[in-house]
């Protein structure tokens, strides 16, 4: 049996509040929360050519564009938003795609050792173009529909502009990496 670590029961006092995330501190940890039960929703979306939909945008905290699958926040304007729900209207806002039916996959945490944020990864299925997505005015989000084939091509290539990489893409590229 494993022992509880050290902090484990030491109260988690906030440091600092925004809109949409808290810095905690918990005994010796530092880390990021997101508030008000705000979620997150990660979206693999192929379309019947066999194409990944991805989406590249400007991060500020990276100080660049990065390509990643689509994602969004679950519950930011409507508090109790189903993960379905969400994440099918982050898929349309983002990339103009419209999925007649959202399968989730299960939840993961992205980043443990620096935040408690995890997400919802979903299958987008049965896609219909009724949009130009790119998202909010401010969100320039660029969308690219990338054969499966040539994912790995498409990466290096985005790589080598200077563009980041999303972890989360290692879902697409884990065969290439490890095979």
């Given at each position: 049996m494993t022992k509880p670590h050290r902090d484990a029961d030491a109260p988690a006092e906030t440091a600092w509040a925004g809109r949409y995330i808290e810095v905690k501190t918990q005994g010796q940890w530092e880390y990021v929360t997101r508030r008000n039960g705000i979620q997150a929703a990660v979206i693999v979306a192929i379309d019947d050519a066999d194409r990944?939909?991805?989406?590249?945008?400007?991060?500020?905290?990276?100080?660049?564009?990065?390509?990643?699958?689509?994602?969004?926040?679950?519950g930011d304007e409507t508090a109790g938003e189903a993960v379905a729900a969400g994440a099918a209207r982050e898929l349309e806002e983002e990339t103009g795609y419209r999925a007649g039916r959202i399968?989730?996959?299960?939840?993961?945490?992205?980043?443990?050792?620096?935040?408690?944020?995890?997400?919802?990864?979903?299958?987008?299925?049965?896609?219909?173009?009724?949009?130009?997505?790119?998202?909010?005015?401010?969100?320039?989000?660029?969308?690219?529909?990338?054969?499966?084939?040539e994912l790995a091509r498409f990466v290096l290539a985005k790589r080598t502009q200077g563009v980041a990489m999303d972890v989360k893409m290692l879902l697409l590229l884990a065969d290439g990496l490890l095979g």
């Open positions: 990944v939909v991805l989406v590249e945008q400007y991060r500020v905290p990276l100080g660049r564009r990065c390509l990643e699958l689509p994602a969004g926040l679950i399968e989730e996959l299960g939840f993961f945490y992205s980043s443990p050792g620096m935040n408690s944020e995890g997400f919802t990864l979903v299958r987008a299925h049965e896609l219909e173009k009724v949009g130009p997505g790119g998202g909010e005015a401010d969100e320039d989000i660029e969308v690219h529909l990338v054969p499966r084939t």
